[in-house]
């Protein structure tokens, strides 16, 4: 479970979370979560809720290094900036 989901009791969508090469929230500093979910579908416009069944891993993306965690920060800031 991730710190989002114990301290707020749930998680979101956010949009900036869709880009493209963004693997952090800079928000909370905490690695985004794959899901099972396609972007494209004809249910484009239905709500889905983040529960643990779409998550594709409980534990997010795979556990990178500090190096490799401040490189994908920094890659993340600099999608979201643009």
Known sequence: MSKIKKTYGEAYWHLDHQLPKVF???IHEDVLHNSKLKARTPQKHRYFTISDDVLQS???LMPF???E???L????KECISL
Not at 73 to 76: G, W, Y
């Open 65 to 67: 290094s500090q190096k």
């Open 24 to 26: 952090y929230c800079l």
């Open 73 to 76: 920060k920094r890659l993340s």
């Open 58 to 60: 409980e534990g997010g």
């Open 69 to 71: 965690e401040r490189h």
